[in-house]
């Protein structure tokens, strides 16, 4: 199968984004121009725990980064990734072994090798889709800024 | 507040047309889409605020930038025509010039069809000059010239859905792959068919241009233009460092890279409109929603009377061509493709008699509108030879595709029947010297 869309289902990602609260971003830059900064920041402003996985940073946005995700001292929910394909099917084996939630790849980031491990060990795999973008099509505020959340809804959210 | 995951439906138009880009105002429970009638908007916190400005967050700040209304508008049109988004302007012409701005810079190349809105014509040239910028004109029929027209620094083709006046029907996945080819995107101005009739996107066009001002809004009351993009365009591909690279306007911000296929439209809206400021009103937006939720209803009214008005014209023996794209053999496979549900309701026709003809003839009518617009509820007319090309010579007209005795007709939604009748009235006065 070379279909992302199988992996971009609406209600997965809906699931995900309201259950999951630890979110650890591989690949997370410091760099506050950077795509996953980015998503980062608004990750944490949307009030969920981000947790640093760089190997070539300190600390990012106040939280400390560790090296790897086997690493990360405590459970984990998502594990979204900003790194280069051929460096998925390791990450989804150890999201696997720390016991994750969904794998998670940003744009760009496609690999059925990597989701394959992923759904073989438990996991829910969301691929080529913005952590942020969609967070802020089904709960935040995209629509503010004229792009096409694709929701069609007559229901008054309450907040 | 999670029993909103629902299993996935895909709407229909007619319910997209109303619902896209209105879920009810969450403070008021306000049903109907409020008019945001305020320049700016209060932040939160300072935190808030600087989050706004560096597009870490989607908030609010100055109605020069976003609108809530606006925005509306902006995620219907593009949520009918299968885009990502869209950046909304205060007119087509606007809208326009903003989505090449953006990409544009001198020393580049621009091919555009040559069968044009004179408006944009002028503009195109008008551009060209001002940002030095080359110009190539070619026949849009013509597949081998757009290619031929092709150079290295070539960033754009552009081209209109159905031509104005002329009717050219543009062979939109055609000329799509010959921008594909190169690298560079296919610029559509989709104004005379809008979404309902056809999606330029679907076809493989990257970058959608609209005056709302005509069917969209469909009842001639308001000024406005879109931009609409697919999301599809590699702008990494190296031949547009202008929205890849680092961007000395927003403190080095990497557009494409930061926001993937929301780059174009991001740039569009914080840079280009932020500095052009060319902003849609609110209630402007406003009015064009409303007119957008009976958009498919109204088109197929449209083209329908188009349709009946063309034929009858057509078995005239006083009238010696209708230029109604499926009466036409030359466009009637791109009609079948592109357009199934009808070629518009614009249409020119060609009187025997010439210019004093033409001026007759709009004298007699009554139902139909003398001006200068198309795509109103109401049917409009107008004589270019008399009017907007009145500068011109019987050569120069034909050399814009115009006879002296054309007549441009933009059909409405009345009954097909009255409009008929009003014809044959300004048919009647033709030679009668009053």
């Known amino acids: 199968m070379t279909d992302t869309t199988q992996y971009q289902d609406p209600e997965i990602i809906q699931r995900l984004l309201h259950s999951s609260r630890t979110v650890a971003i591989v690949g997370l830059s410091s760099n506050h121009l950077r795509a996953s900064n980015f998503v980062g920041f608004y990750a944490a402003r949307h009030g969920y725990k981000v947790i640093p996985v760089n190997p070539r940073e300190e600390e990012v946005l106040g939280n400390k980064s560790y090296p790897s995700l086997s690493a990360v001292p405590e459970p984990v929910d998502v594990v979204d990734v900003f790194r280069a394909p051929a460096a998925v099917p390791g990450i989804a084996e150890e999201a696997v072994a720390v016991g994750a939630k969904a794998l998670w790849l940003q744009f760009g980031v496609i690999s059925f090798e990597g989701a394959d491990i992923a759904v073989n060990g438990g996991l829910d795999v969301v691929m080529d889709r913005c952590f942020k973008i969609e967070h802020a099509r089904y709960i935040g505020r995209m629509h503010v800024l004229g792009f096409n959340t694709d929701v069609v809804s007559a229901r008054r959210e309450v907040y | ?288 929603l409303q007119g957008l939720e009976t958009l498919p209803l109204r088109m197929d009214r449209h083209v329908g009377n188009a349709l009946a008005v063309a034929k009858w014209l057509g078995e005239r023996d006083d009238v010696s061509a209708v230029r109604h794209p499926a009466m036409n053999p030359k466009y009637c496979a791109l009609v079948a493709k592109y357009l199934p549900k009808g070629a518009g309701a614009v249409f020119c026709f060609d009187l025997e008699g010439g210019r004093e003809a033409g001026q007759d003839f709009i004298r007699g009518t009554r139902l139909f509108s003398h001006l200068a617009n198309v795509g109103d509820a109401k049917s409009l007319i107008i004589h270019p030879a008399s009017t907007t090309h009145r500068q011109l010579n019987d050569e120069e007209l034909a050399a814009a595709g115009i006879g002296p005795g054309t007549i441009r007709l933009s059909i409405g939604i009345e009954d097909a029947d009255d409009l008929i009748w009003d014809l044959e009235q300004g048919f009647a006065r033709i030679g009668t010297q009053q």
């Open chain 2, 1 to 288: 507040m999670n029993d909103e995951f629902k299993p996935d439906h895909t709407f229909g138009f007619h319910t997209r047309a109303i619902h896209a880009g209105a879920r009810p105002e969450p403070s008021t429970g306000a049903r109907a889409i409020p008019i945001y009638q305020t320049s700016s908007y209060v932040f939160e916190d300072p935190e808030s605020a600087a989050a706004y400005f560096n597009l870490q967050e989607y908030g609010n700040t100055y109605s020069r930038i976003m609108n809530p209304t606006v925005a509306s508008l902006e995620e219907r049109l593009s949520n009918l025509d299968g885009g990502i988004g869209a950046v909304a302007f205060a007119s087509g012409m606007a809208a326009q010039s903003a989505a090449l701005f953006t990409l544009l810079t001198p020393g580049d190349h621009m091919v555009a069809s040559s069968a044009l809105y004179g408006g944009t014509v002028t503009q195109l040239k008008h551009l060209s000059r001002k940002l030095a910028v080359d110009l190539t004109f070619v026949d849009p029929d013509d597949l081998s010239a757009w290619r031929k027209a092709l150079t290295d620094q070539t960033k754009i083709l552009y081209a209109e859905t159905i031509g104005n006046p002329a009717g050219n029907i543009l062979d939109i996945e055609a000329v799509a792959v010959i921008a594909k080819d190169a690298g560079i995107p296919l610029m559509v101005d989709n104004t005379f068919a809008t979404p309902y009739l056809c999606r330029p996107i679907e076809w493989g066009a990257d970058i959608v241009v609209y005056s709302v001002t005509k069917f969209l809004g469909g009842h001639g009351t308001s000024i406005g233009g879109a931009v609409v993009d697919s999301g599809e365009f590699d702008w990494s591909n190296g031949n547009f460092p202008i929205v890849a690279d680092p961007s000395p306007a927003y403190h080095e911000l990497e557009f494409h890279e930061t926001f993937g296929g929301y780059g174009y439209l991001m740039k569009l809206r914080a840079e280009t409109l932020r500095d052009l400021g060319g902003a849609m009103s609110p209630f402007n937006a406003f009015l064009f």
